[in-house]
């Protein structure tokens, strides 16, 4: 079966603090990965999405990045954080392919910056 | 683009009574899906059903159904028999049938779901 996992739970990061959020898959290949962002209280942002390993297609200019190094692994980043950086960030899959046209979300990570 | 509207920031149900969530969305296109997903205290995201816009038949899964209403471009969830479990954040969602990889999801802003004991 597949599973994603998401790391770590809760972050509390200085502003200024460099960042590094990293998302996997496991049971599927060449799945989408998505990370989207979710401000209290309010909806969801995507932030990035790839189709495959390099590959990273941004929805909003920030000052965040993506990468996927492998074919099941996804990375958020950055170099210098912002109070505005605050929410909490999910990672998703899916594998239209494999019929899979939803998404899976993983468990979130919690940022507070500080 | 794809927008998707939850006009109803909250509801309140009490337990074991039926409610309808409401969501509409704008679309061009004439194949899609739609998507409710629940967000519980945990915060994760967890989908509750689904609707491919090309089979007519409303799906259903165990207490959860949808009202899909294509040419009304509306998509809204009954939950039947409510029960305490069923609190969460209710989010409406679109995705694009393409499959050229860059599907994506476009997200309404919720509904917050109270189950009143």
Known sequence: SQTIHQWPATLVQPV????????????????NLYWYRQAAGRGLQLLFYSVGIGQISSEVPQNLSASRPQDRQFILSSKKLLLSDSGFYLCAWSNYAQGDYGYTFGSGTRLTVV | AQTVTQSQPEMSVQEA??????????????DYYLFWYKQPPSRQMILVIRQEAYKQQNATENRFSVNFQKAAKSFSLKISDSQLGDAAMYFCAYRSQSNFGNEKLTFGTGTRLTIIP
């Open chain 1, 16 to 31: 200024g603090s460099p960042l590094s959020l990293e998302c996997t898959v496991e049971g599927t290949s060449n799945p």
């Open chain 2, 17 to 30: 009574e039926t409610v309808t969530l409401s969501c509409t969305y704008d679309t061009s296109e004439s």
